[in-house]
């Protein structure tokens, strides 16, 4: 039995990991891949990194938590259960049973929301830029959304697209101002604001969007061979849901100070819960995961 699984191999669960080896707890990381950070191109904002690539930085993150002798596995988590005093966490792969649940499963994209998203996606309609910017050279491509993953997103296709088109339903972008910066600098870029995307048409791939001026309703056609949402995410908390961990009204897992929930023994961390003010950010994630860790262990050894 382990003292402590930790669900999610993100810098959250990273860091938990980290820290519950620091306290000397058996650990066990269970995550398929390295969080939704990896697909940025670029972080600016980690403390003692200049500038490094997503991937890069989770894949420190993964090297340390291991030369530290946390377990990490790779599967696929399918259930989460309380068994007596401990949790029992089941996988495509078999059964894993801990003293301690630390749930740091961040986030799934959300979808446009358009007719044919469906059948453009791959051929088109894109939900990382990171993964798909190297198709779309010297060709026109749109970018939904205003937050950071946003501007993020249209600077790196602005590095290889012809042309960039930023389309946000607002009047301003919410990404932080170093960003915005750099964008109004990008010749290639432009942005639409107070826009949303009705529909995505072409034949075999993405050939045109339909947008709509939410404050004029006037209806405009952009030619654009590639769409790449942005458009924030929904907590991955449903697993927790399951096993009767209360959630927020948007889905979040609720959360104390030190990142105990509802349930006793499972603690929660990272851009899945209601902590840091919301701040979703590769440092608050670190942060919690380094509480939860703590709790985790007073919790085992009070």
């Known amino acids: 039995m382990y003292d402590v699984i930790i669900l999610g191999s993100g810098p959250a669960g990273l860091s938990a990991a980290v820290y519950s080896r620091r306290y000397e707890m058996k650990t066990l990381v269970i995550g398929k891949g390295y969080g939704r950070i990896s697909e940025a191109h670029e972080v600016e904002n980690y403390l003692g990194f200049k500038n490094i690539s997503g991937l890069e930085l989770s894949k420190k993150f ?3 938590a291991k030369s530290l002798g946390a377990e990490i596995v790779r599967e696929e988590i399918l259930k989460v ?3 007596g005093k ?19 499963l961040g986030g799934v994209k959300r979808k ?38 946003a501007a993020m997103a249209a600077l790196l296709l602005s590095k290889i697209a012809k042309k960039v088109y930023i389309i946000y339903r607002r009047g301003k972008l919410r990404a932080f101002p170093s960003l915005i910066k750099k964008i109004e600098e990008k010749e290639n870029i432009e942005t639409i604001f107070n826009t949303i995307i009705k529909e995505v048409e072409g034949d075999s791939s993405v050939e045109k969007i339909i947008i709509e001026n939410r404050e004029t309703g006037e209806i405009k056609e952009i030619k654009v061979n590639g769409v790449f949402v942005e458009y924030g995410y929904e907590p991955n908390s449903y697993l927790a849901e399951e096993l009767g961990v209360k959630l927020s009204e948007k889905g979040r897992i609720v959360v104390d100070e030190n990142m105990r929930t509802n349930v006793e023994g499972f ?20 942060a919690e995961g380094a509480i939860a860790a703590r709790s985790a262990h007073d919790y085992i050894t009070r």
């Open 81 to 83: 259960e309380k068994n």
């Open 112 to 149: 446009l929301g358009v007719p044919n998203e469906e059948k453009f996606k791959g051929r088109g309609i894109s939900y990382c830029a990171t993964c798909d910017a190297a198709f779309f050279k010297d060709k026109v491509v749109a970018v939904t959304g205003g937050s950071d993953s």
């Open 62 to 64: 993964t090297e340390h």
């Open 267 to 286: 603690f929660a961390a990272g851009d899945v819960t209601t902590g840091s003010g919301r701040f979703d950010q590769v440092i608050t994630a670190a």
């Open 86 to 104: 401990g949790f029992v966490v089941t996988t495509e792969n078999g059964k894993y049973e801990s003293k301690t649940v630390i749930y740091a």
